[in-house]
């Protein structure tokens, strides 16, 4: 059975840095690539990242690009997500999410999902 | 980046009602695209992928169609877990991957 743990979350300040982990189990996590989705209070969902399986590729949505770093740890079956320059329009729950493809075919879709970790940006 | 809009925004239905939810994208997916269920309080799950294909463990009742620009996620007869907010999403010549803005599929 497929679990995604999320952690990191909390309240940081504008302009601060701070990572988020997701541990993965119950699937060969160096095998599928892996998403960031986030979702605002009371909003709808957006795409943050990609990592492939083998970290050879990551995408970025425009939003975050140059502001947010998406990394693996393939042989502790861990997601990380690195987010400096926060701004108060980062806040939300973020997702880590397994790809649907496999291997090196990736499908952009998302097939499974943690529960979210909440970042807050306030001052 | 490809648009999709949703709609209606809100669906007002009883159980074992039938609904017709929309999604239309900016400019052709083929069918590239993708629905997920979100309830009050959970991470979404995925439904359907590839604008017809049901993922795994996912019941009959829901069914995706179309391809191109028009796509349609029909319920047969809604179940009492079914109220939710319903999106679409597209993978076409990704990255990015966009959402499209929801339906809430409410009891009436």
């Known amino acids: 059975q497929v679990q995604l743990v999320e952690s990191g979350g909390g309240v940081v300040q504008p302009g601060r840095s701070l990572r988020l982990s997701c541990a993965a189990s119950?699937?060969?996590?160096?095998?599928?690539?892996m998403h960031w989705v986030r979702q605002a209070p009371g909003k709808g969902l957006e795409w943050v990242a990609f990592?492939?399986?083998?970290?050879?590729?990551?995408f970025y949505a425009d939003s975050v690009k140059g502001r947010f770093t998406v990394s693996r740890d393939n042989s502790k079956n861990t997601l990380f997500l690195h987010m400096n320059s926060l701004r108060p329009d980062d806040m939300s729950v973020y997702y880590c999410?397994?790809?649907?493809?496999?291997?090196?075919?990736?499908?952009?879709?998302?097939?499974?999902w943690g529960q979210g970790t909440l970042v807050t940006v306030s001052s | 980046e490809i648009v999709l809009t949703q709609s209606p925004a809100t669906l007002s239905l009883s159980p074992g009602e039938r609904a017709t939810l929309s999604c239309r994208a900016s400019?052709?997916?083929?069918?590239?695209l993708a629905w997920y269920q979100q309830k009050p309080g959970q991470a979404p799950r995925l439904l359907i992928y590839d604008a017809s294909n049901r993922a795994t463990g996912i019941p009959a009742r829901f069914r995706g169609s179309g391809s191109g620009t028009d796509f349609t996620l029909t319920i047969s007869s809604l179940e009492p877990e079914d109220f939710a907010v319903y999106y679409c999403q597209q993978r076409s010549d990704w990255p990015p991957v966009t959402f499209g803005g929801g339906t809430k599929v409410e009891i009436k």
């Open positions: 400019q052709s997916v083929s069918s590239y």
């Open positions: 999410a397994k790809d649907h493809g496999y291997y090196y075919d990736s499908s952009g879709f998302q097939e499974s």
């Open positions: 990592i492939s399986y083998d970290e050879t590729n990551e």
């Open positions: 119950g699937f060969a996590f160096s095998d599928y690539g």
